[in-house]
């Protein structure tokens, strides 16, 4: 029996991991780098060993310093929560070998998903329908021109150790066919160590729609529904949501059924995702599957009302999933907005640093999985996403209208956020008709890129009461401090607006 877990992440996933411990009786250990003592996953946990310097590639990838934390503090088991070592299937296998239970699948199921060709093999042996394409690796020019001609063009040349839009070539002419195939295979040795490509046909304009699954040791496999998350940016998911506002029954059905298929195929125990492409003829393909807990898990837990983290745990002891597929309905509609440091009007720099104040949305259908705190200073190493807002509706309109709300309401001071961006997401037109697809950012760019408009008479009251926190806090303009009498509006603005006084409204 598991009782005692180290989670081997930080950030908003540890925490998440470790409420589901915390409700399950299971002593949580966490794990830190140097820039991490004082974050809140180490407060949270009822055990905290240091594990190295800030850069993660001397801290929370070292699977060494991992099992040496493990062992000091009697864990049973360990939870990778995502990124970092969760698809490292040494790391799945090495945990094995010490004795200790790893939340996720095995190494021979991450491996075989981890090399894109043989997912792809063992996908088309299982009946699912993958995009038309070929197994084999591209060696010569020759391969490469024969092998195009078969799929037919426009294809994508994608490195099969790649994923996630890494080490992907689009080639639409004859012409670019052999410049492409080179080019992706050396983008794919110098990125993953590994030139071994393959052709895909292209998919334009393709929705992504990927199905939560679950299996167990005891053969049963079951879906959680889907998620759309074609809002994305160079590969980032920004927002997602549940249902997909293209599915319809038998679509779900019969995709469901697919991603049911391939988790049975590999034996699959743990929670995982299926991804697939959608094109607007509703024909679907499967493209990757991601072998651990996603970022956007939580729009599933909203709409099923179950616990994923608790069923990982569940399964990885030996258990049953603890429902049936019959059992498993959506309820009502769940969207999630990630909330990033970054500053969105200067090319999405990243804005880590100093939190001065944070003010999160609360309220009826909301949900906020985050980790930083007033005071906090968020660290540069790491990934800058500083929280999910994900909340839930009975219906989309209403979430969507629920999600407006507490995006206006989310006040955070100190540093850049998208959360004026994310919000210019909610208020499109083509997010609310619901058929957008993977080209939604760039098509709806100028909208999007326009700050919201401030409400002049809120902005007027939010000047006087930065105006006077000014005063306070500086002296200028007071008589103790004539000189600067004259000071202008903007500058109240200016010292406003980095106060975050100006999201007042
Ligand atoms: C594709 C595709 C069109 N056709 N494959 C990008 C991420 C990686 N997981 C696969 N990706 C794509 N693969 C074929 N055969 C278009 C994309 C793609 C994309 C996919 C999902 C979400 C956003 C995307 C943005 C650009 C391209």
């Not at 905290?48 to 993660?56: D, H, K, L, N, T």
């Not at 493209?287 to 837990?301: G, S």
Request: aromatic share 8%; with cysteine; hydrophobic share 40%.
């Amino acid at each position: 029996m598991i009782k005692k877990i180290l989670v081997a992440n930080r950030g908003e996933i540890a925490i998440r991991v470790m409420h589901s411990c915390r409700e399950m009786g299971i002593t949580s250990v966490a794990v830190y780098s140097e820039a991490d003592r004082n974050s809140k996953h180490v407060r949270m946990a009822d055990e905290a060993y240091y594990i190295g310097p800030s850069a993660s590639a001397e801290s929370y990838l070292v699977i060494d310093n991992i099992i040496e934390a493990a062992k000091k503090s009697g864990a049973d088991a360990i939870h990778p929560g995502y990124g970092f070592l969760s698809e490292n299937a040494t790391f799945s296998d090495r945990c094995k070998n010490e004795g200790i239970t790893f939340i996720g699948p095995t190494s021979e199921v991450i491996s075989i998903m981890g090399d894109k060709i043989s997912a792809r093999k063992k996908m088309v042996k299982a009946g699912v329908s993958v995009v038309p394409g070929t197994k084999e690796n591209l060696v010569s020019d020759e391969d490469a021109l024969r092998v195009v001609k078969e799929v037919g063009l426009p294809v994508m040349i994608k490195a099969s150790a790649g994923g996630g839009g890494k080490g992907m070539r689009l080639v639409r002419t004859e012409e670019e066919i052999i410049p492409g195939v080179r080019a992706a295979k050396s983008e794919a040795l110098a990125g993953f160590g590994d030139d071994t490509v393959y052709v895909e046909k292209f998919v334009e304009n393709p929705h992504h729609i990927e199905f939560q699954i679950l299996g167990d040791s005891h053969g049963n496999a079951v879906h959680l529904f889907e998620r759309e998350c074609s809002v994305q940016r160079r590969h980032q998911k920004v927002v997602e949501e549940t249902p997909s506002p293209i599915m319809t029954p038998e679509l779900q059905a019969k995709m469901g059924e697919q991603a049911v298929m391939a988790t049975k195929a590999v034996n699959y125990v743990g929670a995982g995702t299926v991804e697939f492409l959608v094109d607007d003829d509703l024909n679907y393909y499967f493209l990757e599957m991601n072998t651990r807990l996603q970022v956007e898990h939580p729009i599933t837990e909203q709409v099923t009302g179950i616990d994923l983290v608790r069923a990982q745990i569940e399964v990885a002891d030996g258990k049953e999933i603890p429902f049936k597929q019959e059992d498993l309905h959506q309820q009502g509609h769940a969207i999630e907005a990630r909330v990033y440091a970054e500053d969105p009007y200067s090319n999405f720099m990243p804005s880590p640093g100093l939190i001065q104040n944070i003010s999160e949305p609360l309220g009826p259908g909301i949900r906020h999985d985050g980790y930083v705190y007033s005071g906090y200073t968020i660290p540069i190493h790491y990934d800058p996403m500083i929280s999910k807002l994900i909340v839930w509706g009975a219906n989309r309109d209403e979430a969507i209208d629920r999600m407006k709300r507490a995006l206006y309401s989310y006040k955070l001071s100190g540093i850049k956020t998208n959360i004026s961006f994310l919000s210019r997401i909610m208020e499109s037109e083509d997010f609310a008709k619901g058929g957008y697809n993977t080209n939604f950012i760039a098509k709806n760019e100028d909208f999007l890129m326009a700050e919201r408009e401030i409400d002049s008479e809120v902005e007027d009251m939010a000047i006087a009461a930065t105006f006077l926190a000014f005063i306070d806090k500086t002296g200028i303009g007071t008589n103790s401090n004539k000189e600067d009498a004259n000071c202008t509006e903007n500058e109240w603005k200016a010292f406003g607006k980095r106060r975050g006084v100006m999201r007042l409204y």
